[in-house]
């Protein structure tokens, strides 16, 4: 039993990894890890997310001035064709685990 649930999920994994879904998505994450403009703007943004976090924290109001810049470089990534096609696809790929997770839930509790 358990060598067969191993080899189904081997195959539900390569399924995943082999759908036009997530090969569309794979592409686009990796065209945006080699745009150099979207990780820098990327990396500022975790930064600042994480400056404004303490300074909230500790109760110093400078946290919503970090917040306002935090919103602006999101609207320059926001504004980039290619940030948006890689929202895109991973929405569709992460709707499309979602949904094989609820047929792999549903498939669970009905054996079990």
């Known amino acids: 039993m358990v060598k067969y ?4 999920l081997e195959e539900l994994f ?4 082999n ?9 686009m994450s990796d065209i945006l890890s ?3 403009e979207i990780k820098k703007i990327i990396d500022e943004i975790k930064e600042l997310e994480k400056k404004a976090t303490y300074l909230e924290y500790i109760g110093d109001e400078k946290y919503k001035e970090i917040d306002k810049e935090i919103q602006d470089k999101a609207e320059i990534l ?3 064709c290619v940030y948006q096609e890689y929202l895109n696809k991973m929405e569709e790929f992460n709707n499309e685990l979602a949904i094989s997770s609820k047929m792999i839930e549903k498939y ?4 079990v």
């Open 5 to 8: 649930m191993k080899s189904s």
């Open 14 to 17: 390569n399924s995943i990894e």
């Open 19 to 27: 759908s036009s879904l997530y090969q569309e998505y794979k592409k």
């Open 34 to 36: 080699k745009d150099s």
């Open 78 to 80: 926001n504004n980039k």
């Open 108 to 111: 669970v509790e009905e054996k």
